[in-house]
C-alpha cells in the first residue's frame, strides 16, 4: 500500500530526529524564535491581546503554561491562544513569501506549551519546532498559491498541522499517534483571509496553535483520523485548493534535503510583508530631497501587490486603526517618508489620522511591474514640485533570503523593538536564553525571562 501523506510526513520527522536535524537548521530555529520573541515584545497591552486574555482568565485559567510578556500563568490550550495572537497582532513576524504565510506563528505556542508541560530540554524543542515547520511548510508548498488565492490564510490552513506534528514529537508519540495527531489537524483547518485588518486575524493564529496542540492530545489518547486525511477523497487538497495531486512527490520528495526553514523573511519594521520594500526605499531616498516637496511618488511592485492593496483599499477605506494601517502599503510608504523612521508609532492613531500623511497618501501610486514577480523587491520614483525627481531600487530588501539578516542585525531590531518596554539588561538576558537554549534543560528560563514591566 502506498504511503499516505502523512504517513510519509511521520517518516521523515522520525527518521530525521533519529539521525538528528543539522546543527545550522536548529540554529535557524533559534533565529525563529527569537523573531517571534521580537514581534511580540511590544504587543502585551494590545487591545486585542487584552481581550482575548480577559476571555481566558474569565473562562478559568488553568495551570501549566505562560502567557509571554504578560507572565500570567494559564492552560496550555490557552497560552496556545495568547502566545499565537501576541505574533501576530503587530504583523511583525517571519513570513515564508513563497507561501504567502507566516510559519512560525501558530507552531511555537504549541511547542512552548508542550515544553512547559512536559520539561523537554531545548534541544528537543528547537528540533521539535524545526521538524514541525518542515512538515507545515511542504503542506503548504502543495496547496499554494491556489489556498491564498481562494482567501485562505495559509498559516490558519497548515499551521496546525506543524503544530501537530511538533508536539507530537516532543512528546514520542509513536508512528500510528503521530499520524492521528497529523490527520486530525488537517481535518480541522480553517482561516479566512477576509480576517486581515480586523482582531479576527490574530485569533486565527492563535485558535490554530491551540488546534494542533489539541490534535496531539486527542491522538495521545488513541483519537483517530483518516490516513488519507491530506489527498483523500474530500479531503485537505481538494477542499482547501485547486492544486494538483502531481505536486505531492515532488514537494514530499525534498524533506531533508532543500529545508524550507532558511526560506523565511525576517522582518525590520513593525508592519506587512508587501509594504517592507516600499518602506525601505522611501527612508533610503528621504536624505535626497533636502527640502523639496513631494508631488507623487511611484512605487513599482509585482502585479500581485497591486491587487491586494487595491482589494483592501476599497474594503477598508482610510486606515482606522493599527490594523488596518499596516496593511495599506500606500499610507506605511507615505508614514516612513514624512516620519522619516517606520516603527509602531507610525501605526498609532496620531498618525493614521495626520492629515499630512493622508494627504501624500493619496499621492502614493502603486504600479505593476512584469519584471517583479513577488514580494522582495520594489522601485520608488519621487517626483518633486520642482520638477526634479529621485529613484531607487531594491531587489531583496533586508531580511529577504537574498538579504538576509544577521544574528547581530536580528538582535539589534530585538533591542529595538524592546525600548521603552524592558530594561536593556533584561532584553540581553532573553537573547543570551534564546541562543543557549540547545543547551538548556527545559524552556522555563525563557518563558520566565519574557515578562515585561
Request: with cysteine; aromatic share 6%; glycine share 8%.
Given at each position: 500500500?502506498?504511503?499516505s501523506?502523512?504517513?510519509?510526513?511521520?517518516?521523515?520527522?522520525?527518521?530525521?530526529?533519529?539521525?538528528?536535524?543539522?546543527?545550522?537548521?536548529?540554529?535557524?530555529?533559534?533565529?525563529?524564535?527569537?523573531?517571534?520573541?521580537?514581534?511580540?515584545?511590544?504587543?502585551?497591552d494590545?487591545?486585542?491581546?487584552?481581550?482575548?486574555?480577559?476571555?481566558?482568565?474569565?473562562?478559568?485559567?488553568?495551570?501549566?503554561?505562560h502567557?509571554?510578556?504578560?507572565g500570567?500563568?494559564m492552560?496550555?490550550?490557552?497560552?496556545?491562544?495568547?502566545?499565537?495572537?501576541?505574533?501576530?497582532?503587530?504583523?511583525?513576524?517571519?513570513?515564508?513569501?513563497?507561501?504567502?504565510?507566516?510559519?512560525?506563528?501558530?507552531v511555537?505556542?504549541?511547542?512552548?506549551?508542550?515544553?512547559?508541560?512536559?520539561?523537554?530540554?531545548?534541544?528537543?524543542?528547537?528540533?521539535?519546532?524545526?521538524?514541525?515547520?518542515e512538515?507545515?511548510?511542504?503542506?503548504?508548498?502543495?496547496?499554494?498559491?491556489?489556498?491564498?488565492?481562494?482567501g485562505?490564510?495559509?498559516?490558519?490552513?497548515?499551521?496546525?498541522?506543524?503544530?501537530?506534528?511538533?508536539?507530537?514529537?516532543?512528546?514520542?508519540?509513536?508512528?500510528?499517534?503521530?499520524r492521528?495527531a497529523?490527520?486530525?489537524a488537517?481535518?480541522t483547518?480553517?482561516?479566512?483571509?477576509?480576517?486581515?485588518?480586523?482582531?479576527?486575524?490574530?485569533?486565527?493564529t492563535g485558535a490554530?496553535?491551540?488546534?494542533?496542540?489539541?490534535?496531539?492530545?486527542?491522538a495521545?489518547?488513541?483519537f483517530?483520523?483518516?490516513?488519507?486525511?491530506?489527498?483523500g477523497?474530500?479531503g485537505?487538497?481538494?477542499?482547501?485548493?485547486?492544486?494538483?495531486?502531481?505536486?505531492?512527490?515532488s514537494?514530499?520528495?525534498?524533506?531533508?534535503?532543500?529545508?524550507?526553514?532558511f526560506?523565511?523573511?525576517?522582518?525590520v519594521?513593525?508592519?506587512?510583508?508587501?509594504?517592507?520594500?516600499?518602506?525601505?526605499?522611501?527612508?533610503?531616498?528621504l536624505?535626497?530631497?533636502?527640502?523639496?516637496?513631494?508631488?507623487?511618488?511611484?512605487?513599482?511592485?509585482?502585479?500581485?501587490?497591486?491587487?491586494?492593496?487595491?482589494?483592501?483599499?476599497?474594503?477598508?477605506?482610510?486606515?482606522?486603526?493599527?490594523?488596518?494601517?499596516?496593511?495599506?502599503?500606500?499610507?506605511?510608504?507615505?508614514?516612513?517618508w514624512?516620519?522619516?523612521?517606520?516603527?509602531?508609532a507610525?501605526?498609532?492613531?496620531?498618525?493614521?489620522?495626520?492629515?499630512?500623511?493622508?494627504?501624500?497618501?493619496?499621492?502614493?501610486?502603486?504600479?505593476?511591474?512584469?519584471?517583479?514577480k513577488?514580494?522582495?523587491?520594489?522601485?520608488?520614483e519621487?517626483k518633486?514640485?520642482?520638477?526634479t525627481?529621485?529613484?531607487?531600487?531594491?531587489?531583496a530588501?533586508?531580511?529577504?533570503?537574498?538579504?538576509?539578516?544577521?544574528?547581530?542585525?536580528?538582535?539589534?531590531?530585538f533591542?529595538?523593538?524592546?525600548?521603552?518596554v524592558?530594561?536593556?539588561?533584561?532584553?540581553?538576558?532573553?537573547?543570551?536564553?534564546?541562543?543557549?537554549?540547545?543547551r538548556?534543560k527545559?524552556?522555563?528560563?525563557?518563558?520566565?525571562?519574557?515578562?515585561?514591566?
Amino acid at each position: 500500500m502506498t504511503a499516505s501523506v502523512s504517513e510519509r510526513l511521520v517518516s521523515f520527522i522520525q527518521d530525521q530526529a533519529a539521525r538528528g536535524v543539522p546543527p545550522k537548521v536548529l540554529h535557524e530555529a533559534k533565529r525563529l524564535l527569537l523573531n517571534q520573541l521580537k514581534a511580540s515584545v511590544a504587543a502585551a497591552d494590545h487591545r486585542t491581546i487584552r481581550i482575548i486574555h480577559d476571555w481566558a482568565m474569565a473562562n478559568g485559567p488553568g495551570k501549566g503554561a505562560h502567557a509571554l510578556w504578560i507572565g500570567t500563568e494559564m492552560s496550555p490550550a490557552h497560552a496556545c491562544m495568547i502566545n499565537g495572537a501576541l505574533f501576530e497582532v503587530l504583523d511583525f513576524h517571519d513570513t515564508y513569501i513563497p507561501c504567502f504565510m507566516h510559519a512560525t506563528s501558530a507552531v511555537l505556542p504549541a511547542v512552548l506549551a508542550a515544553a512547559e508541560v512536559g520539561g523537554h530540554s531545548g534541544h528537543k524543542v528547537l528540533t521539535a519546532l524545526a521538524l514541525g515547520m518542515e512538515a507545515e511548510l511542504a503542506i503548504a508548498a502543495i496547496l499554494m498559491p491556489t489556498g491564498y488565492f481562494r482567501g485562505l490564510v495559509p498559516a490558519g490552513l497548515t499551521g496546525g498541522v506543524g503544530a501537530a506534528a511538533a508536539c507530537a514529537l516532543l512528546n514520542d508519540l509513536d508512528e500510528t499517534k503521530m499520524r492521528n495527531a497529523i490527520g486530525i489537524a488537517m481535518c480541522t483547518a480553517f482561516g479566512d483571509y477576509v480576517s486581515v485588518g480586523s482582531d479576527t486575524l490574530s485569533y486565527i493564529t492563535g485558535a490554530t496553535a491551540r488546534s494542533g496542540l489539541t490534535a496531539y492530545e486527542l491522538a495521545s489518547r488513541g483519537f483517530d483520523a483518516p490516513r488519507t486525511a491530506f489527498e483523500g477523497d474530500k479531503g485537505m487538497l481538494l477542499t482547501h485548493s485547486d492544486e494538483k495531486a502531481e505536486k505531492i512527490p515532488s514537494v514530499l520528495d525534498g524533506l531533508g534535503k532543500d529545508w524550507r526553514i532558511f526560506g523565511q523573511t525576517y522582518k525590520v519594521v513593525p508592519t506587512e510583508t508587501i509594504t517592507h520594500a516600499p518602506v525601505e526605499l522611501a527612508l533610503q531616498l528621504l536624505p535626497k530631497a533636502h527640502g523639496r516637496v513631494v508631488e507623487r511618488m511611484t512605487v513599482g511592485v509585482a502585479e500581485i501587490v497591486v491587487k491586494i492593496c487595491t482589494e483592501r483599499m476599497e474594503r477598508f477605506g482610510v486606515p482606522n486603526s493599527d490594523l488596518t494601517a499596516r496593511f495599506d502599503t500606500c499610507f506605511c510608504t507615505a508614514a516612513a517618508w514624512l516620519r522619516g523612521k517606520f516603527t509602531l508609532a507610525e501605526m498609532a492613531e496620531p498618525a493614521y489620522t495626520d492629515t499630512a500623511i493622508l494627504d501624500l497618501r493619496t499621492r502614493v501610486d502603486l504600479v505593476a511591474d512584469p519584471n517583479r514577480k513577488t514580494f522582495e523587491g520594489a522601485w520608488l520614483e519621487v517626483k518633486f514640485t520642482d520638477g526634479t525627481t529621485e529613484r531607487a531600487n531594491t531587489d531583496a530588501f533586508l531580511g529577504t533570503p537574498g538579504n538576509p539578516q544577521s544574528d547581530t542585525q536580528l538582535a539589534q531590531v530585538f533591542h529595538a523593538a524592546a525600548e521603552g518596554v524592558m530594561a536593556r539588561a533584561r532584553v540581553d538576558k532573553v537573547l543570551e536564553a534564546v541562543w543557549e537554549l540547545d543547551r538548556a534543560k527545559d524552556v522555563h528560563h525563557i518563558v520566565s525571562a519574557c515578562k515585561v514591566g
